[in-house]
C-alpha cells in the first residue's frame, strides 16, 4: 500500500499540538518516524491526507483522538518489577516510615500514586510486595494506589491484568505463584485481591490543574518524563511537588533524574524527598 505523505505545513501543525497537550518535542528528525507510525490511524478512518487528520484531532472533543496519537509516538514498555531497587527501597525503608508516622497521626490512610503507569504492571508490583511484605496487616492499612496514564490502550491493557511471560520481569516464584493464574496455557492473570487494589485512570501530567483533594505520601513518575523538554520537566516536577506530603517520596526512572535545587532532596539513585 503507498504510504500517505506529509507536507511541512501538516507537519508543523501534528507538531504544535503534539507539544501543547504532551509536552513532547517533535523534531524534524521524528517526521518519518511520525508519519510511518500514523499510516494507520490515517487509513483507519479513511483520511486520504494529513490535514484531515489534523483537523479530527482538533474537533474531537472526548479526547480519544489525542490519546490515540501519543499511543504513536510514546510507548508504554513496561514490566513488572522495573528498576528494582527502587520497589525494594519502597518496601524497606520508605514503607516503614510512612506507616510509623501515620500511627502517630491516628491515621491508617497510605496515599500513593503511579504517574504514568503504562499497562499496570509498575502499580501491581507495589501492591503485591506490599501484601506479600504485611501479610495480613495489609487490611488493616487503608491503603490501594492510583495509576493514571494518557493512553486508553494502555489502561484498558492494565485493567485486564493478563500478561505474557515476558513481562514478568524479576518476580519471584513465590510471588508468581500467590497472586497470579495460568490462563491459555501461558499467560499470567492476576488475582482479583490485587486487581482490586488499584484505581486506574485516564489523566494527562500536561493538566496544569491537579485535583487531588488529599495529597500523596510517595509519587512513581518513573520512565514518563524522558519524552519531555526540560521547560516542561521542570514544570511537571513543581507540579508533582504540589501534590506531595512534605518528606514525601518521588520516585523517577533511572535514566531521569530531578534538580535538587527544587522542592526535592537526593536521597539515592532516581529518589527524591520533598523539603
Ligand atoms: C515507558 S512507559 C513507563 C511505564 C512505567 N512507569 C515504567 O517505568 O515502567 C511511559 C508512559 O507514560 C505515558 N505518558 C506519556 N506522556 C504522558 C502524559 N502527558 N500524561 C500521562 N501519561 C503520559 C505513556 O502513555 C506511557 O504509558
Redesign the pocket.
Known amino acids: 500500500m503507498k504510504e500517505l505523505k506529509i507536507t511541512n505545513q501538516e507537519y508543523h501543525k501534528l507538531r504544535d499540538i503534539v507539544y501543547e ?4 518535542n517533535l523534531t524534524e528528525a521524528k517526521k518519518q518516524l511520525l508519519v510511518s507510525r500514523l499510516q494507520g490511524v490515517l487509513r483507519k478512518y479513511g483520511f486520504k491526507n494529513f490535514e484531515s487528520y489534523y483537523q479530527y484531532v482538533v474537533h474531537n472533543r472526548d479526547g480519544n483522538a489525542l490519546s490515540e496519537l ?2 504513536q509516538i ?6 513488572f518489577y ?2 528494582k531497587e527502587h520497589f525494594d527501597f519502597f518496601i524497606n525503608t520508605v514503607l516503614s516510615e510512612i506507616t510509623d508516622k501515620l500511627r502517630q497521626e491516628n491515621s491508617n490512610d497510605i496515599r500513593l500514586w ?6 499496570g ?2 502499580p501491581y508490583t507495589i501492591i503485591m510486595l506490599m501484601m506479600n511484605y504485611l501479610k495480613e496487616r495489609y487490611n488493616s492499612w487503608n491503603s490501594g494506589i492510583l495509576a ?4 486508553n490502550e ?1 489502561l484498558d491493557y492494565a485493567k485486564e491484568a493478563v500478561y505474557p511471560k515476558d513481562r514478568m520481569g524479576q518476580l519471584s516464584q513465590d510471588i508468581v505463584k500467590k497472586y497470579f493464574t495460568i490462563v491459555k496455557d501461558e499467560d499470567y492473570k492476576l488475582i482479583d485481591r490485587v486487581i482490586k487494589e488499584v484505581t486506574f485512570r485516564r ?4 493538566n496544569t490543574d491537579f485535583p487531588f483533594k488529599t495529597k500523596f505520601h510517595v509519587i ?5 518524563m ?2 519531555f523538554d526540560a521547560k516542561t520537566r521542570s514544570e511537571l516536577i513543581n507540579r508533582l511537588a504540589d501534590v506531595l506530603l512534605p518528606g514525601g517520596y518521588l520516585f523517577v ?1 533511572h535514566s531521569e533524574s530531578v534538580e535538587t535545587n527544587y522542592n526535592f532532596e537526593y536521597v539515592r539513585h532516581a529518589v527524591y524527598r520533598k523539603k
Open positions: 497537550n504532551f509536552g513532547i501519543i499511543d510514546s510507548t508504554s514498555y513496561t514490566f522495573r528498576e503511579c504517574a504514568g503507569c503504562a499497562t504492571e509498575e493514571t496514564d494518557i493512553s494502555a489523566f494527562n501530567l500536561m512513581f513518575c518513573r520512565n514518563v524522558i519524552y526512572g
